[in-house]
């Protein structure tokens, strides 16, 4: 007897995977559309006179001008934003660093040389975040008042940086748990200290994580205006707080608040697109096992 050998054809994709394929590409391109169409919106704003801006419904075809950027820049005799922008740039900036700086050693202790009870510890710093920005306001105003700090960019960088350590030690203990033990302790027979260790051997590892844990606090230090409306007055005044000035009870503002807005949210942008790679490798480290 002889054996016929038979093979099964292949089988062919069945068409109604590629519809839902399809129907989620589409769903995926209107969903981004539509969170970017503001964007554009205030984009196009910002290139139209105040009365073109005004109208209802809008036009979209009316004349191109930079009238509201010359505006923002101080042309036309108003404050110069440069002050503002610099003073943000000091906060943010300084606030981070000192943010990753303490953040690193305390997601080490969590993650690689876990102290007891560690997730009670980490609940505790989530706690902290839960307290109303509003509740702790006028405590923090009356302490900074009576230490001089009222109108200092200082104030604001210690500020910034009590807000976002909570936030930067969960996603840095998070990170850090991906590190192999196998090459600390290899560290550490040969003599490496702890920070030389934390500098040379967790940080290397973990850089799509700290640069991800770096712009998010980055950005919520650039957008704070609650605190840095209240704290701050003049010498210190941050670019959020310039930009509610062009907010006025008469006249059009709308095409100014439109350019000032995008130049503000300019540095953010392009943070954010320099370092989307580390940023989304970051965010979905330790993700997929």
Not at 7 to 22: I, L, N, S, V, Y
Not at 97 to 104: I, K, R, S, V, Y
Not at 152 to 161: C, G, H, M
Request: proline share 7%; aromatic share 10%.
């Amino acid at each position: 007897m002889t054996a016929t050998l038979t093979t099964a054809a292949p089988r062919r994709p069945r068409p109604r995977g590629r519809f839902q394929g399809a129907a989620l590409g589409i769903a995926a391109w209107l969903a981004g559309i539509l969170f970017v169409l503001p964007i554009l919106w205030m984009v196009l704003t910002s290139f139209h006179s105040e009365a073109d801006a005004a109208t209802n419904p809008p036009s979209l075809a009316a004349s191109l001008t930079l009238d509201s950027y010359r505006e923002f820049f101080g042309a036309g005799g108003g404050a110069s934003p440069w002050p503002s922008l610099i003073n943000s740039a000091t906060a943010s900036v300084a606030s981070t660093l000192l943010t990753l700086l303490l953040a690193l050693p305390a997601a080490y202790a969590l993650s690689i040389r876990p102290v007891k009870k560690w997730t009670d510890v980490l609940f505790f710093f989530l706690s902290t975040k839960m307290l109303p920005l509003v509740a702790g306001l006028l405590p923090i105003y009356l302490f900074a008042k009576n230490a001089g700090l009222l109108d200092n960019i200082w104030a604001l960088v210690i500020l910034y940086t009590a807000m976002n350590l909570p936030i930067a030690v969960w996603m840095m203990q998070s990170f850090l748990a991906e590190v192999p033990v196998a090459i600390i302790e290899a560290a550490q027979i040969d003599g490496a200290r702890l920070p030389t260790i934390l500098g040379r051997v967790v940080a290397p590892i973990a850089l799509p994580g700290i640069a991800a844990t770096s712009l998010i606090c980055f950005i919520f230090s650039w957008n704070e205006l609650l605190f840095a409306r209240v704290l701050t007055g003049v010498v210190a005044e941050t670019a959020p707080v310039f930009l509610t000035g062009f907010i006025t009870s008469q006249g059009l503002f709308l095409a100014k608040v439109c350019a000032a807005s995008l130049v503000i949210s300019l540095p953010v942008l392009a943070a954010g697109f320099a370092a989307q790679d580390k940023l989304v490798q970051g965010l979905s480290l330790g993700a997929v096992k």
